[in-house]
């Protein structure tokens, strides 16, 4: 698959309409965005896009509004807040393809920015619908893609116009597919992967294109005790996919044969129950016993991945090392966060609850990259074609 793809820079947009696919998908309390970072993400092709005179539309789903209109999930507090970063109003059409968005957009002027609804309002959007992707696109004459935590979705609004427009990326998605695509075709060695989280089954396709790549893969959370489970050890009441036990094998058998080094914890944190307050204790052993789980890495295991990552050359991490979402079980995570941070490594973070402990810890600002997508960092890593990037011009 090329990721060099054409930028908005690439593109005369001087006095061109110009439909630009955001993810505002944001947490929102009632109608109050709780965090605002993926407005903040979206401004620099936005504003470079206002600098060259182009006349505006911004587009976005929030949340998941079933295909009909729902005030509930109105891009109203998105457009107000969009109208303060940018410093100049930016008017939402009452829909999505329908009269007002029209009116609106044929009333912009060079350099002016309005937000059509929730394209989740429509049915259609989700289907990929030629039709719906025909009309959203006679909005305008050029569509820029810069959601990266749609783009691997093939929705109307993320790849189905861009059958009807020249097509584009912003510049999230370029620094998306720039930085990991880098990191996958020429990283600095050694490269070492860390995956965490709860399911192998998820992350069987990322792991076997990593082990193509990789020097070092370091496994965590509740996916270690299936590989525990495959090579024998006792688990307790952990976590584990019986039916994936064959799975972790081959991962094991792929790294002896490609010469990966494949770590597993050596020590764990263990709990009686799956709850937040359960009892709990370290056990400096990798087997589990009777009627206990794994609920986090314990400490050598900490100690072990810190000095593997401390050399690294490249890192990238998906998922926890346990249930970071509980205080007693958040030291595996925050361990290996703060490895990363300091390892000097080029870091990259994919998404979902490896870059909510990153940022929680503080420790943001030291890696080289946070994926703004977690479903769609996961499948660049994989090595999948992702339908929002694939259907943009080649350089
Ligand atoms: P994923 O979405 O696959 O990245 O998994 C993230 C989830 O895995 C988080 O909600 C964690 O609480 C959970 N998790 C991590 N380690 C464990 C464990 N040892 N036992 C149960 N759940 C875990």
Known sequence: MNYNKKTVEDI???????????????PMDGQTITDDKRIVAALPTIKYLIDNNAKVILCSHLGRPK????PKYTLAPIAARLSELLGKPVPLAADVIGGD????????KDGDVMLIENVRFHKEEEKNDPEFSKQLASLA????????????????STAGVADYLPAVCGYLIQKEIKIMGDALAEPKRPFVAI????????????????LDKVDTLIIG????????????????????????????REIMAKAEEKKVALLLPVDNIIGREYKEDTVFMRIYSDSIPAGWMGLDIGDKTQELYAKTLIG??????????GVSEWSNFAGGT????????????????????????????????KMTHISTGGGASLEFLEGLELPGIACLQDK
């Open 141 to 156: 004459e050029i569509y820029v893609n810069d959601a990266f935590g749609t783009a691997h979705r093939a929705h109307s």
């Open 12 to 26: 005369a947009v001087s006095g061109k309409k110009v439909l630009v696919r955001c993810d505002f998908n944001v």
């Open 101 to 108: 968005a029209r009116a609106k957009a044929a009333a912009l």
């Open 312 to 321: 690294a050359g490249t890192v990238v991490w998906n998922g926890p090392m």
């Open 221 to 248: 959370g509740a996916m270690a005790y299936t590989f525990f489970r495959a090579l024998g050890n006792s688990i307790g009441i952990s976590l584990c996919e019986e039916d994936k036990l064959d799975v972790a």
């Open 334 to 365: 925050a361990s290996v966060a703060h490895a990363v941070a300091e390892s000097g490594a080029v870091s990259i973070i994919g998404g979902g609850d490896s870059a909510a402990a990153v940022e929680k810890l503080g420790y943001a600002d």
């Open 195 to 210: 995956l965490g989280g709860a399911k192998v089954s998820d992350k069987i396709g990322v792991i076997n294109n990593l």
């Open 67 to 70: 295909g009909e209109f729902n």
